[in-house]
């Protein structure tokens, strides 16, 4: 593997989760691997867990991260090809991703969608420039389409968390007073299609996920339905995929509560808004694992490192 940048690129989802489980138990096991290695990490948006706990995961491999915040802090960046740059960008992405290629050994970038351009949020410009640009390998750290560390992370937690064979797992929508990605949610399906369990999504008409991620999932408008014998619930909120980046609900009824979850465990990525999202009852209860997933952002980032260390 030479980069990580979608669930696809997981060949074997529970061959994976077992590795990084052997990673947790023993997290500093190839503090030689990432030596005199570099980590480069670029945010184009904002993030409390994915920054902290890639570099974290580079500081077990005894890699040396470095940070960025693009936005901000570089020059505009532009990605268009043959554009006459007489605007707000200063420096092209040929030049940028192979500057900082001389920098850093792997180069882990994270940049959201526009959210108003569906064609070119798919197009994945910024990620896919990278991957063209850059002479290093490129890690998605959630980009316009996918978030494959978060969905690595989730597969590891459930696995960790199952007492059945075969659990079955929701994925929920819940209201949100802004107008979120799809990403999570993407790479939450396409993790959950290659695991072993029951797998069916709930969100209200309008809200369906790209019918080419869902594939054949069951999915019901009806969040009492899907949740019956739930043994995981996993939260999340998004725009609508049809009408582009629309809210077209904050409907409150769709908000988690203690009541609904019944005995579910309750997941989500972070950060949530409480009460809105989800009730206080349920985060601060023990069937929350959202913490337990934050943590295994760590060992999933130290996984996908590894191996990108170990195979080029
Ligand atoms: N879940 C997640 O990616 O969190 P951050 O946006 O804080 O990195």
Redesign the pocket.
């Known amino acids: 593997m030479k980069n990580y940048t979608s669930i696809n690129d997981i060949d074997n989802i529970n061959t994976w989760i077992g590795e990084a489980i052997k990673i947790k138990q023993n997290r500093l096991k190839n503090k030689e691997l990432g030596k005199n290695k570099t980590l480069g990490l670029l945010f184009f ?9 890639t570099q974290k995961a580079a500081l077990n491999l005894g890699m040396d991260p470095i940070v960025m915040n693009v936005s901000g802090d570089a020059w505009g960046i532009e990605f268009g090809d043959g554009t006459i740059m007489d605007g707000n960008t200063a420096e092209h992405i040929k030049e940028a991703a192979a500057v900082v290629s001389q920098y850093c050994d792997i180069i882990a970038v ?1 940049a959201f969608p526009s959210l108003t351009d569906k064609k070119k949020d798919e197009s994945e410009h910024v990620l896919k420039s990278f991957i063209e640009f850059a002479s290093v390998p490129v890690v998605s ?2 980009s316009a389409t996918g ?1 494959p ?2 969905g690595l992370t989730d597969a590891i937690t459930i696995f960790e968390n199952s007492t059945k064979k075969r659990p079955k797992v929701v994925l929920s929508w819940a209201p949100h007073i802004k107008a979120l990605p799809h990403a ?1 949610a993407n790479s939450f399906v396409q993790a959950m299609q290659k695991m072993d369990v029951e797998f069916v999504i709930t969100n209200p008409e309008g809200y369906n996920l790209n019918s080419k991620i869902t594939k054949k999932t069951t999915i019901y408008h009806n969040q009492e339905e899907a949740f019956k014998d739930a043994d995981f619930i996993y939260t999340k909120n998004w725009s609508s995929y049809d009408d582009y980046g629309t809210i077209l609900s904050t409907d409150t009824n769709w908000m988690i509560t203690r009541e609904k979850i019944e005995n579910a465990k309750f997941m989500h ?3 949530v808004r409480r009460n809105l999202v989800v009730e206080d009852a349920v985060l601060d209860s023990d069937s929350s694992l959202v913490i337990e ?2 943590n295994n ?1 760590t060992y999933a980032a130290q996984l996908v490192l590894k191996k990108i260390l170990e195979n080029n």
Do not use: I, K, Y
């Not at 948006?45 to 706990?53: A, H, K, M």
């Open positions: 948006n904002s993030s409390l867990r994915t920054r902290l706990s994270r750290m959630e978030h560390l978060q999570v990525c972070l950060p997933q934050a952002r």
